[in-house]
């Protein structure tokens, strides 16, 4: 199996990742590399606590190295999914918002590493219960992703979003919308038969304490 690093590490999808390519790094990121790739290595084995603790080191190199915006955004996006997935929920949040904020001037307001960072969000919220704050990130994720042409790289992965955005919006007292939304899944995967998503999310442990 190949080793997952940041040299070689190339995953497309603007439901959860944009591409990440980094074949010459600068000196102010190479000190962050290895524990980066120690990090992408435990999550790839499951064990988040561990990725945690190396996006953590990673985090606190680069930002002492003087990484640029980008590599910064990247670490703490993958540090605050590590931090939700051991049930730091709302130092996964600041995380992940850090993230965003971040991100949002570098990438402009369409692209896949922005909307991976609104998806996130918006499984976060939902996996706390937090339906109605879920709604505004899907919407803004689903949005982003219909116009990134999700619906025809992806497009049962897109209805799945789909039916998550039906969820929280539900729950949190929007029915009209929310048939919208079922309805608009309903129709990518009438179009698509036979088709599987190409991405399945990971949603947050439903054991950790509320």
């Known amino acids: 199996m190949m080793k997952i690093t940041t040299l070689t590490l190339i995953a497309c999808s603007?439901?959860?990742?944009?591409?990440?390519?980094q074949a010459t790094p600068s000196a102010s990121?190479?000190?962050?590399?290895?524990?980066?790739?120690?990090?992408?290595?435990?999550?790839a084995r499951g064990d988040f606590a561990?990725?945690?603790?190396?996006?953590?080191?990673a985090w606190t190199k680069a930002r002492e190295g003087g990484a640029t915006p980008a590599y910064k955004s990247a670490v703490l996006y993958n540090w605050g999914r590590m931090a939700?997935?051991?049930?730091?929920?709302?130092?996964?949040?600041?995380?992940?918002?850090?993230?965003?904020?971040?991100e949002t001037p570098l990438?402009?307001?369409?692209?896949?590493?922005?909307?991976?960072?609104?998806?996130?969000?918006?499984?976060?919220?939902?996996?706390?219960?937090?339906?109605?704050?879920a709604a505004?990130?899907?919407?803004?994720?689903?949005?982003?992703?219909?116009?990134?042409?999700?619906?025809?790289?992806?497009?049962?992965?897109?209805?799945?979003?789909?039916?998550?955005?039906?969820?929280?919006l539900q729950k949190s007292g929007q029915a009209d919308k929310a048939t919208a939304a079922r309805a608009r899944a309903t129709a990518l995967r009438t179009q698509h038969p036979g088709q599987r998503a190409r991405f399945v999310p990971r949603h947050y442990p439903k054991s950790c304490p509320r």
């Not at 524990?35 to 999550?43: H, M, R, T």
């Not at 561990?50 to 080191?57: D, I």
């Not at 896949?112 to 918006?122: P, Q």
């Not at 919407?139 to 969820?167: C, F, H, K, T």
Request: glycine share 10%; charged share 20%.
């Open 84 to 102: 939700g997935y051991t049930c730091n929920w709302t130092q996964g949040e600041r995380l992940l918002q850090e993230s965003l904020d971040m």
């Open 136 to 168: 505004g990130f899907y919407e803004r994720a689903v949005a982003m992703a219909e116009r990134l042409g999700v619906g025809q790289s992806d497009p049962i992965g897109l209805a799945n979003a789909q039916d998550d955005l039906a969820q929280s």
């Open 50 to 57: 561990a990725a945690r603790e190396a996006f953590w080191r």
């Open 29 to 43: 990121v190479k000190p962050a590399i290895p524990d980066y790739d120690q990090g992408l290595q435990a999550e």
């Open 14 to 21: 603007a439901l959860l990742v944009g591409c990440a390519h």
């Open 107 to 133: 990438s402009g307001p369409n692209s896949g590493a922005l909307s991976k960072r609104l998806f996130e969000l918006a499984r976060l919220h939902f996996d706390q219960g937090h339906f109605a704050l």
